[in-house]
Structures are given as C-alpha cells and as structure tokens.
C-alpha cells in the first residue's frame, strides 16, 4: 500500500499539468500573431500615408534618401515615423500596464502620477524663459519635468509610507496644478501656444532620427525595469498584507514602478507629447487574452500598444489627406468611449 501511493501523487500531477502548458501555448501563441500584427501594422505605416505612392516607389525608398521626393518622405518621414510610433506605442503600453498593478486601480493610465503635467509645464517654461525653439531642444526639458513631478508626486504620496490612494491623489493634484500654470502661460505667451499647440495633443509628424536616439536609452532602461518587477507587482495587486507574506519588498517595488512609469512615459511624452488613453485601453484588452498574470501582460502590453498608436496614426493620415489628423486625437476619439464603457461595466459589477 505504501508503494501505490506516489503513483497517485504523479497521476493527480499529470492530470493538473496539461492545462498549465495548454494556457502557456495559447499565450505564446496570441504573442506570436500580437507581433506578426505588429510587424503588418509597421508595413503599413511606411507604405500609407498623406501622399499616396506606389509600392515600388515606396521599395526604392527604404533603400534610398537622396533619390526622388518620395524616396525622402519614405526614407526620412515614414520611417522615423513608424519606429518612434514602435517605441512610443512600447513604452504607453508598458507604462500603462505597470500604472494599473501599482495602484491597483484598473481605470489608471500614467497621466495619473503627473508625467503627462510635467512634460507640459517643463516644456512650455523652456520656450517662454529661455527662448527654446527647436523640437530636439525641448525633448530634454519635457523629460526632466516628468522626472521632477514624478519624485515630487512619490514624496507626497508618502514616500516610504506611500499606498496607492495617495500616490493617485497626489498625482491628481500635481496634474491640475500644473495645467492650470501651462494654460496661463500660454494665454500670456502666444509665442508658447504656437509651438505647443501641435505637440500638446500627441503626434508623430516631427519623428527623426535624433529624437529617436535620444529617447530609446531611456525606453530601453524602462523596459528592463518593468519586467524586472513583474513577479513582485503580481503579489502587489492581491494587497500589501498578502504580498509581504509572499515575500515581496513594497517599498522597493513601488520606487522601481514609479521610476519605469517615469522613464517609459517622460521618453514617450518628450518625443510625442501627452497622448491619452493608449495606457489605459491596451492593458485592458490584454488581460482579457493573458489573465492577471503581469509576466503576460507586460510583453502583450509592449506589443498590442504599438499596433493601436501606429495604427491610428494611420487613420489620421488617410482620412483627411492630403492634410493630417494628429494621432492624440485619433486615440482621443478611439479612447473616450472605451473608457466610458469601461467605467458602465465595472460600476455595473459592483450593483
């Protein structure tokens, strides 16, 4: 009797393991047509855009710069475009999805900890007090402003007291404090308010190469940090008592959240301005496919974000040819009544 009983053991065991490997297969497999989704959205976007061409044309100018004019638009418009939309789009996700766990707050996107306020206020001084005009110029102030409220929302938050009621309040707090400083120095500035008014609702156009140098170090270090955090995030969002019995250090966490939240969205919102909403719809729509498991999430949030940003990027360039339609607004009017939906259902499930 003693030896029949690891058989049943290993039998129990067999029988709970298919599942588990049937759910990473899927998973692996939806990542595997997220990117081949990814990789046909990119095509896109070099080959369509406010000026139509032919495919060949647009195949001559992947290989050449200094040929026609569409080998320029594509070499040096469509391109830089595409992959700053790549990167961008990577970081809103991630961002987003790193917001969500830290807070515990499903609605969260990372506007919530003042990034967005800070890029603003930051840039919008840069060109009234030290007469700033170039875009590359101001991607480094908008950075810095990011960073700055980003701390200053943590200190107020509580610092190492810190829950993640206080870090949204406070966040909420800086936000309005500071686009109420932006709004009156652009009304007394209009110098101000004809450089921002393009880069305040979110667009790709001024992409170039130098923007994207600039920004990928930072992405690539958020990126790290995010995945970094995954485990520790996933005991984070059952509650403070239960991660700390797991093993978890929340202190440690939540700086490293903040400080990938900070890098991911200040690079994004430096090179692109505030785009809304793409952080909040793309982690909902992931979970749906992954589970709560932020290991999943996080790599599904970094695929699916870009295809939504490069995507209505997109949009915006056809529907209004030959003129444009920034792609904030584009995600604005995609955004708006998916929040709205979101925010039905969840009040929903509490009736």
């Not at 709004?183 to 007394?188: F, K, S, T, W």
Request: hydrophobic residues 55%; charged residues 10%.
């Amino acid at each position: 009797m003693l030896v029949e009983s690891p058989p049943e053991q290993s039998g129990a065991q067999a029988v709970a393991a298919p599942p588990l490997r049937g759910r990473r297969t899927v998973r692996g497999a939806g990542l595997v047509v997220a990117l081949a989704l990814l990789a046909a959205v990119c095509v896109l976007s070099v080959a369509v855009g406010a000026k139509s061409m032919p495919v060949g044309d647009v195949w001559h100018g992947l290989f050449s710069s200094t040929g026609t004019r569409n080998d320029v638009i594509v070499s040096q418009v469509r391109v830089p475009r595409t992959v700053i939309g790549l990167l961008a789009g990577a970081a809103l996700g991630l961002a987003g999805a790193v917001m969500q766990a830290l807070t515990r707050n499903p609605l969260a996107e990372p506007g919530l900890l003042g990034v967005n306020a800070g890029a603003s206020a930051s840039v919008v001084s840069a060109i009234s007090f030290l007469g700033v005009s170039s875009f590359t110029g101001y991607v480094w102030f908008a950075f810095l402003g990011s960073a700055v409220v980003s701390a200053a929302v943590y200190v107020l938050g509580g610092s190492r007291s810190s829950t993640p009621v206080r870090l949204a309040l406070a966040g909420t707090a800086a936000s309005a404090a500071l686009y109420g400083y932006v709004n009156a120095v652009q009304l007394l500035n209009t110098a101000a308010l004809d450089q921002l008014r393009f880069w305040t609702v979110g667009s790709l156009a001024s992409a170039d190469m130098s923007t994207i140098r600039k920004m990928w170090p930072f992405i690539a270090a958020g990126v790290l940090i995010s995945l970094l955090i995954a485990r520790p995030l996933n005991a984070m969002e059952m509650g403070d008592d239960t991660a700390r019995a797991l093993g978890a250090h929340l202190t440690r966490t939540r700086v490293l959240a903040m400080a990938a939240v900070t890098l991911l969205c200040g690079a994004a919102t430096a090179a692109c301005g505030p785009i809304v909403f793409v952080g909040l719809m793309v982690p909902h729509l992931v979970r749906g496919i992954t589970g709560p498991d932020m290991r999943w999430i996080l790599p599904y949030a970094a695929v699916l974000a870009p295809v939504l940003l490069i995507g209505s990027d997109v949009v915006g360039r056809v529907v209004a040819r030959p003129s444009e339609i920034q792609v904030g607004i584009v995600t604005a009017l995609i955004g708006g009544p998916v929040f709205i939906h979101l925010v039905r259902r969840k009040r929903m499930a509490k009736l």
